[in-house]
């Protein structure tokens, strides 16, 4: 077992991503994630790799497809404003099918908003902020430790798949500290060049990386497709790609929820707090439960309709006004009333706010007017 | 029979989609010649711009990545922090790098990024139908200046040799001409050089300007086009070498 020590969740990301063989980490200064590029800048010189504070998000995201083309493990960090600049790049690394990790820890929105915890970019994550039909992983922790654990995966994921892989966090995840055991050895971590593919990974091969077209011929990392029909193609192959991401990689946790007469849906700190919520609705003597997508896409809606079979009502609860509340909606297709909780714009639910929620949802109808 | 010229290896052989007349063809034929005649083919990689020379690769037998509308400076700095045995040059034009790109130009200078920049002034958008481009000069009629370029409503044309040339991390400057023979071979010798200095290590961007007819909007025959850089565009992009900084590691 390894050591536990406290960490504040973007010191304890950062630290996680250079375990999990991240060569390079280009980021631009931004409230509430500059913990990230500060500990970057000590840390990855120290151990041999590239760190850039670019000149702008819209830099740092295309230093990253830079080093991904050339087959590196390349990352970048933001919050909610720099995320929306970087979304052309975004784009253009599903067009090229680079593998990148990109770390979102969101802040109060729209505009500048402010720099509080929030969770309004649940939309441009899960939907794609940038043009085309593309898709992107996006995970959604609940913990430092599960924000830890999560880089080894959205690097691994990354590679696998050749996709941008989303860590959606929040100022509370980010600047809170939790103690974390920080894996010394992590069976995840690649072999130094992940080019020539890996001895003890399963990961498939970069061979399509630009590393000099030394005895082989010309490697080109493309997205514009001219010719009549290629790009539909290219868009069929995508499409197929995500549809075994969707096959094989959803994450989801779930409380309680057999016997329960109300099961309330929520991610990321969020989820945290209602599990808060939903164990005090037990101490009372409410038959409630939790579901928690840890993969926000591909979303678990298999999974959600399942229980929606059987249970009486949905409350989603989030720090918006109601985004992933749409994906729930679809899951459930009108087999249960879904109803919605949320404070946006920086807004943190209490434990009480969501308690008295369940509450008056599940309460007889004659004490509700008693 | 002697060969007193052969089309070099790392050059396609391959039909052409640039006009009649268009620079591109002679500026690719100019890196390719630099690539093979330096022996860094296999460790190189190179980057196209979004504009008219997107295809780049269709013509250079590199490693080539084509990237978003004027950020090639940052992929190139992605690209080289974390490849720095490699040769990394990027090819744009004046949309991509003097328009869009113009932040990330100046930054990769600032930050003395060790990459070659190619860089295609043909005083027009090429590939969206010749609109103004902050090259366009004086008086020049564009798609978007019908009237010709009016500085007072459409700025003047940038000068981006002059202010690159400023910042201590470009160490290497300079601005040529595809206009006739003798511009072209001191544009190869630019070009080399360009490339030497980063197989050689040395400390900085290096950046050569190749001023480029554009026929089809500049609404004229290539050879005319030929004589509009010389009495035109010079003027306002006088020739030479800016800046010639060669710091070692």
Redesign the interface.
Known sequence: MNERILMCGNEALAEAAIIAGC??Y?GYPITPQNEITAYMSKRMPEEGR?F?Q???E???I?????????G?R?MTSSSSPGISLMQ??IS?LAG?ELPAVVVNVMRGGPGLGNIAPSQGDYFQATRGGGHGDYRTIVLGPWSVQELVDCMPLAFDLADQYRMTVLVLADGILGQMMEPVAIPKNSKLKPAPSAVEGTKNSKLPKKDWA??????RG???????WLQEGVLEQLNYKLQAKYRQVQKNEIICEQYAVEDAEIVVVAYGIAARIVRGAVAKARQEGIRAGWIRPVTLWPFPAEQISQAADQFRMFLVVEMSCGQMVEDVKLAVTGKAPVLFYGRPGGGVPTVEEILDKIRQLTMPAKRQYK | MKTVFKRTPTLKDCPTHYCPGCGHGIAHRLIAETIDELGI?????G?APVGCA?LA?NYL????????HG?AP??????K???PD?IVFSYQGDGDLAAIGT??II?AAH?AEQITVIFINNAVFGMTGGQMAPTTVLGQVTATTQQGRDARSQGYPLQICELLAVLPGAIYVERCALSNVARIRQAKKAVKHAFELQAAGAAGLALVELLSPCPTYWHTSPAKAMEWIETEMTKVFPLGCLKNVTCTP
């Not at chain 2, 083919?41 to 990689?45: E, G, K, L, S």
């Open positions: 060569d390079a280009f590239v850039v670019s000149e702008s819209l830099a740092a295309n230093m990253v497809y830079g080093a991904a083309a050339t590196k390349a052309e790049g253009y090229a630009l590393t000099g077209a030394k005895n010309q490697n080109i990392v493309r997205s514009l | 083919r296999d460790r190189t990689i980057i997107v690769y037998d590199v490693d080539m990545v084509e990237v978003a950020r940052a992929v190139a700095t992605g690209m922090r974390t490849n490699k932040a990330e930054h930050r």
